[in-house]
């Protein structure tokens, strides 16, 4: 590794503790700006059962002095704190529990939107202006056009309720067959449009032009350079993706009853789960941020022409 990679990850290092330190303090003092706390819709809650719950969990304390406690419980313990609604839980316990569902789920379906939508594109672009292409255009344009919520309620309805193929909830693994689908679909058709304008403007390059002049295989020529040189704006997409997708998406699993992160995140939403909300954005932002250091490093594997600054 060269002395301008090795200063590349470090820079881009202490870029992402930056950013994650700013997604700490942005969510933590808008959340608590939101009027009401996580104890004001216990039933029949006495004044002092609430005062003795806040003093618990340190909501009692002035605003910074909770902001400060916070960040050092996670810097020095990485501890994200006990649960305020789910009783005797740890944050981290919830979200490494709900990651075994998620984790699978958004990796299976990140494959399979990313072979899916390279190979697409580059037949779309292999056959531009044949029906082919359109028609891979069209379909691709109606999956990116149409909400996650939607697509996930028509799979439940025709291959749960209508003809009872697979279960309705994703508890159980022919159950996630729904989940991945619905999450696949709109990456695999972001990832074919790119893949097919790209290799579009790779394929009229001079270079291609050159070695079709030269009597390359056409084989060679579309796998060997069109296609691999072709593959940059999908690994720039693909990194923040796969952690977004990994980490489960709150629609898809809200709907298909999986319970992965996402759901979690909703629920604690829904319930003022102040520590839950914090943990969890913080585990996505983080994950959204290594993910992105590592598109950035895959650009050199696939073009080792790029430079980095």
Aim: charged share 15%; aromatic share 10%; glycine share 8%.
């Amino acid at each position: 590794m060269s002395g301008k990679m090795l200063f590349y990850i470090l820079k881009r290092a202490l870029l992402a503790l930056l950013t994650i330190f700013i997604v700490i303090t942005v969510t933590f003092f808008v959340m608590h700006a939101v009027p009401g706390n996580p104890f004001a819709g216990e039933k029949a809650i006495s004044a002092e059962a609430q005062a003795a719950l806040e003093a618990k969990f340190g909501l009692d304390k002035p605003l910074p002095e909770q902001y400060v406690d916070y960040l050092a419980d996670i810097i020095f313990r990485f501890d994200f704190g006990p649960s305020m609604k789910l009783r005797g839980r740890q944050v981290i316990d919830v979200i490494m529990d709900g990651m075994k569902t998620s984790a699978v789920l958004g990796l299976i379906a990140a494959a399979g939107a990313a072979l899916t939508g390279v190979i697409l594109g580059a037949v779309a672009a292999l056959r531009r202006n044949s029906i082919l292409d359109k028609f891979i255009m069209v379909l691709t344009t109606a999956f990116v056009s149409m909400p996650s919520f939607i697509t996930g309620t028509f799979l439940l309805l025709i291959f749960s309720v209508w003809l009872g193929w697979v279960p309705a909830n994703g508890t159980t693994t022919s159950g996630l067959i729904l989940p991945v689908i619905t999450l696949a679909l709109y990456p695999m058709a972001y990832i074919t449009r790119l893949t097919r304008s790209s290799m579009l403007d790779v394929l009229g390059q001079d270079y291609i032009r050159t070695a079709r002049a030269k009597g390359v295989p056409g084989w060679k020529i579309i796998f060997g350079h069109a296609l691999k040189n072709s593959l940059i704006p999908v690994i720039t997409y693909f990194g923040p993706m796969l952690a977004f997708i990994v980490t489960g998406s709150l629609v898809v699993e809200q709907i298909f009853a999986v319970p992965g992160v996402g759901r979690a995140f909703v629920s604690s939403i829904t319930n003022r789960d102040y520590t839950m909300i914090l943990g969890t954005t913080i585990f996505l932002a983080t994950l959204i941020v290594i993910m992105n250091l590592v598109s950035d490093l895959l650009y050199k594997v696939v073009d080792p022409r790029i430079e980095f600054d």
